[in-house]
């Protein structure tokens, strides 16, 4: 079963600092110490000279009339904001991650991340990522999710997913379960700010990914043993909790960072 890193996707911040830069909300350095800040190097192959480091093919992609990034997360059955068959659609699918570059007429480029790590766990490792860049249109609007979407389905779909975990008794064999869920309710009454995102994005979005990153923190616990499921019926059941809200995890990051611009 395909989990949830708590961490965010490299596709997400280049898209949400990516959109904050071309609007003229951060700079361009900014920009690429916010993306690579995981990684020892990033570079660009694919645009009109292979290995371009980000910060060129950042200003490479705005001089050709890029003006909106825009993240995808897709995964089996579900690759919702994808442009439809074809190389881009092929990588993308396979990473579970990317991001379109678009131009007003949705013509562009999009963009997969392939990251190769170096070195030993003894001696340390660092990894480096070379995104990759295909011809793309999109024909059409953004099909979302939106905040308002990913708010209404992170309410709903927690009650109905946490309750099967109970019944499954999640709690008792994975006693951080619990408490992850009990932070993430005291999180949602707070309204904890983020800093993923740039300031230019609404409290609405920020407070949509908390909740989801917080969630994935969750499922990454409640996916590293079988725990209290006996038999295959139950075992089933588990899987299918955690895979929607896993599904709740990737729209309610779609949906917080793609929301640049849009009224709170």
């Not at 991001?99 to 490792?125: F, I, N, Q, W, Y």
């Not at 660092?126 to 995104?131: C, E, H, I, L, Q």
């Not at 609007?141 to 708010?151: K, M």
Request: hydrophobic share 40%.
């Amino acid at each position: 079963m395909q989990t949830v890193a708590p961490h965010p996707p490299r596709s997400a911040l280049l898209a949400a600092w990516g959109n904050a830069w071309l609007a003229g909300d951060a700079s361009l350095p900014e920009l690429v110490e916010r993306v690579c800040a995981m990684d020892a190097d990033q570079t660009v192959s694919g645009l009109w000279v292979d290995d371009l480091p980000l910060e060129q093919a950042a200003g490479r992609l705005r001089a050709d009339g890029i003006t909106r990034l825009r993240l995808v997360l897709p995964a089996p059955g579900d690759v919702v904001g994808l442009p439809g068959p074809g190389p881009f659609t092929a990588a993308a699918v396979i990473a579970c991650e990317g991001v379109l570059a678009l131009r007003p007429d949705g013509t562009g480029t999009g963009l997969v991340p392939e990251v190769t790590v170096h070195g030993s766990e003894l001696d340390g490792t660092v990894t480096t990522v070379r995104w990759r860049a295909y011809d793309v249109t999109v024909p059409g609007p953004d099909p979302g999710p939106y905040l308002h979407d990913a708010e209404h389905d992170l309410r709903r779909g927690l009650v109905e997913c946490v309750e099967v975990l109970r019944e499954l008794d999640v709690a008792r064999w994975r006693p951080e379960v619990a408490g992850e869920l009990e932070s993430l309710r005291k999180q949602a009454r707070r309204g904890i700010d983020d800093d993923e995102l740039p300031g230019s994005y609404s409290p609405r979005a920020r407070q949509v990914l908390v909740q989801a990153r917080q969630l994935a923190a969750v499922l990454q616990l409640a996916t590293t043993d079988t725990g209290g499921a006996v038999d295959t019926y139950e075992t089933e059941a588990r899987e299918r909790a955690l895979r929607q809200l896993g599904t709740l995890v990737r729209r309610a990051r779609v949906a917080a960072y793609n929301a640049y611009g849009q009224p709170s």
